[in-house]
């Protein structure tokens, strides 16, 4: 049925006959995560989305995360087809630990204790400036040394994250 639905998401017959499946599949589930994927999506194929109702990327959340996980939460969000004829290298300092990203090809990667001397730009900031940057695009906090524009092309090619996006339906 999820073909059905994805085909034509206005069909209300595919999207109970679908509903009904996960919800079968839900209540049979001894596992939770998959019992509660189940039921939601059912809830959702009858009622719509309901979004989340926390905000994922609050300071206290990026205040736990290692500087190579706020490195992956940046490359979730690159837009790899904005960002597939884009070349950036750069240089960071955050709270004194090196790191060196690339954005090639729409792929942005990191390594953490080292520099490149042929980077775009050594960015130096702390970790409350790497939350302003990604949560409101605020980039005040970045010193930089080389091309300034460097992080806001970096930034301009991140996507907003939807927490309220659909599970099941297209």
């Given at each position: 049925?999820?073909?059905?639905?994805?085909?034509?998401p206005s069909n209300a017959e595919a999207r109970e006959l679908e509903a009904r499946a996960l919800e079968q599949l839900g209540y049979q589930a001894e596992n939770g995560t998959w019992r509660n994927f189940y039921l939601m999506g059912a809830l959702?194929?009858?009622?719509?989305?309901?979004?989340?109702?926390?905000?994922?990327?609050?300071?206290?959340?990026?205040?736990?995360?290692?500087?190579?996980?706020?490195?992956?939460?940046?490359?979730?969000?690159?837009?790899?087809?904005?960002?597939?004829?884009?070349?950036?290298?750069?240089?960071?300092?955050?709270?004194?630990?090196?790191?060196?990203?690339?954005?090639?090809?729409?792929?942005?990667?990191?390594?953490?204790?080292?520099?490149?001397?042929?980077?775009?730009?050594?960015?130096?900031?702390?970790?409350?400036?790497?939350?302003?940057?990604?949560?409101?695009?605020?980039?005040?906090?970045?010193?930089?040394?080389?091309?300034?524009?460097?992080?806001?092309?970096?930034?301009?090619?991140?996507?907003?994250?939807?927490?309220?996006?659909?599970?099941?339906?297209?």
């Amino acid at each position: 049925m999820s073909h059905v639905v994805f085909a034509d998401p206005s069909n209300a017959e595919a999207r109970e006959l679908e509903a009904r499946a996960l919800e079968q599949l839900g209540y049979q589930a001894e596992n939770g995560t998959w019992r509660n994927f189940y039921l939601m999506g059912a809830l959702e194929l009858r009622e719509g989305s309901k979004g989340t109702p926390i905000a994922t990327t609050s300071a206290d959340v990026l205040g736990g995360l290692s500087l190579s996980q706020l490195f992956d939460g940046i490359a979730i969000r690159v837009d790899g087809m904005r960002a597939a004829e884009e070349r950036l290298v750069l240089n960071w300092v955050v709270d004194g630990q090196r790191a060196v990203t690339t954005l090639s090809d729409g792929v942005f990667t990191h390594v953490l204790d080292a520099t490149d001397e042929g980077a775009a730009a050594t960015l130096t900031l702390d970790r409350e400036a790497v939350g302003r940057a990604l949560m409101l695009g605020d980039l005040s906090g970045i010193q930089v040394e080389g091309d300034v524009e460097a992080p806001g092309r970096l930034f301009a090619l991140l996507d907003t994250p939807d927490p309220g996006f659909e599970i099941v339906a297209p």
